[in-house]
């Protein structure tokens, strides 16, 4: 190395070496980020050598009073020599970079060498690299003689200033510009803590580095840029860069949560090669959400979740808040049926092998082969968006899409839904469109006049899977590994299940004001609806006065037949039947079978037959606020009761000691109280558990687990060849200079344009 110093008193036997200090090995490399070229080690090169473009610049100014005493100065320890010469630079605008450390034989430092960060220049190879494919990055190392040499005298015990050279052969940064000078630049831990704390909090990163510039009056005094901070959080997220064993800590993850919920479960797959295949995850609440609101499943399957880049896959659902619920969670191998098989026969097994009333996905074929062998019988329907949009691009007609949206939506009899199908086709001359042909084949699975008497609970699409993927965002990213995302999701499931609580209690605990005509109906309504469904309801309330009664007859069979017409549109419409013996009333909009709640055609008729109050067969339960009681759902008996049962009790157990901490944590009395209270407690249901005979085992109970190897990161779906790869095209030369990794704009050998 250059500019070493040998003038310090030392014994002829001590031998001399330069190294790389270990603990500075980082702030090297930081300094060199600078540089923004990949080279460890940069040595001053000839002297005739151009570098870049920057202007000549001679540093004429006169030294100041103080720096003329820095040659003289004396410091007691190293690390305020180093100090000294960071606050020198950063007060005269450049960034500097520990070059040398000299040692005797006895590996004590006895020397120290810091330059500027622009000493030296970037290594020809790595300029005239032939082949190179990528732009060259912008340089910084512009041969600055800068430096700063302190070494040991023994004699006065104390650091001494051996060497100073304060010329520049560049520009100094000015006060604005110094923030951005890289040896100046650190996060600390607080921040950094900080950070990662809102980030786990589901705030995104931008809005973070707002949080923390507003604290500290401005971007200039953070003393550090946004991406500074960003990788200090990433770093964090990600973890130790060697993710072996992620996947066995993933599992003993969710093995240790059955200490605390009892009812959480999970299950797995290995394929041949010891790897993680598939992975199954829910807890207590999810499975209890199911039994209460399990009626329609939607599910879809996204990319790029976490590091392993595999298939991830929501089990979603909606409650009586109409809000989005999360069933369980999957990690697939790829998307394949056989997997998609193993998926819906574990979330049956999870579920205690209730089915779901009717499913929604995007049309995956690999899905509905699944849905087929496992959902024998259950009402299957395809995504209406996915549809539409797939239609845009088949049709490239705006017009024809636009039609066709509002016949696959129209709640219609089929006969009306064959006679427009086939008028739309031959409107727009599209009889020989191979896609709509196939699409008019599977019309069992998104037309609404076919699908319009199954319940569906009012979801036409999978925009649900998108709402909760959005969600989940806030709280993983694409380069977590599979513990921290496993972790990112409880954390995002913690916020909506404070939100449905929420709206339980706003629900139970206030009231809406009724100011209807049938005042009655409506008092009714919001007495026993959630907020939510009262609101739905409330609109078909205010509509029944757009119709009226046309005619009334009693058929042969002794049901009476209305026909209701649309008072501003005669044309429009409604006919209805009731059946006197069960006073069963069925519209042919089939409102009430698809989505449970009546329809405005309905409120008509009993307006018309002396109805005071609303028929309670009406309130389907899973829309009451009482829709999560135990001993009034119709669907939770036998076995499947008393699992839910323990499930339930056990989350409002849960919930009742949490409370229970938040206020005993206050001061210490409180806290040895509670604790000696609760060991008791614990003894007491131990003894409990043991007197009784029908002894009560946990769903799902953790068994050993066998290593498990991390999985390969995974294709995307549906990833293709770019177009140059595919064609088999060579990448683009520079035609000027027929080089690689630039174009003739940027070509180093192209003129200079005439007045730059």
Known sequence: MDNRDDTDDRDDDDEVNFDEEPKDAQEEAMDNSDDTDNTDDEVVGDDNETEGAEEEFMDDEEATEYEQQI???????????????????????????????????????????????????????????????????????????????????????????????RKHSHRCCNEEESQFLRSHRNVSEGDKALAIGMRQSGIKQRNIVQFMKNIVGGYENLGYTPKDLDNGVQQSRTGDDDLIGDVNRTLGYLQSKHTSDAGSFFKYTTNDEGELGNLFWSDSTSRADFHFFGDVLAFDACYKRNRYNRPFVMMVGVNHHHRNIIYGFAQLDNETIPNYVWLLNTFLECMNSKMPTSVITDGDKSMRGAIATVLVGVPHRLCIWHIETNATTAVHNKEFVSAFTYLAKARISIEEFERRWEHLISQHGLSANKWLQDLYTDKLLWAEAYLKDIYFGGLQSTSRCESCNHWINGYVGTQYSLQR??????????????????????????????????????????SIYTHRTFAIFNSELENEASYVLAERRTESDGTETFILKNYMN?????????????????????LFESKGFPCRHMLTVIKNMGYTALPSSWFKLRWTQNAKTLNRHPGVGGDVGEKVGRLIRHGGLALKCKRLCDIACGSESAFNHVSKSLDDLTQWAIEFARERTDNTTSTNPPAPLRSVKDPKIGKTKGTFKSARTASGKSLRKCSKCGKYGHFRPKCPKQSPKKGS
């Open 71 to 165: 040659p003289s100065m004396e410091f007691q320890t190293l690390e305020d020599a180093e100090k000294f010469y960071d606050s020198y630079a950063k007060a005269k605008g450049f960034s500097v970079r520990r070059r040398d450390l000299r040692r005797n034989r006895r590996g004590v430092a006895v020397g120290r060498t810091m330059v500027c960060s622009r000493e030296g220049t970037r290594d020809k190879m790595h300029i005239d690299k032939e082949g190179r494919t990528r732009q060259h990055r912008k340089m910084t190392r512009h041969y600055c003689k800068a430096s700063y040499t302190v070494r040991f005298d023994r004699n006065k015990k104390m650091w001494v200033v051996s060497k100073f050279e």
């Open 485 to 526: 995302f496993v972790q990112g999701i409880d954390e995002a499931l913690e916020g909506m299940r404070f939100t449905d609580v929420q709206d339980d209690y706003t629900s139970r605990h206030t009231r809406l004001v009724c100011k209807h005509a049938l005042r009655t109906w409506e008092m009714q309504a919001e």
């Open 570 to 590: 005669p044309d429009r419409i409604r006919r209805l039947t009731f059946t006197t013996s069960n006073q069963d009333l069925k519209c042919e909009c089939a």
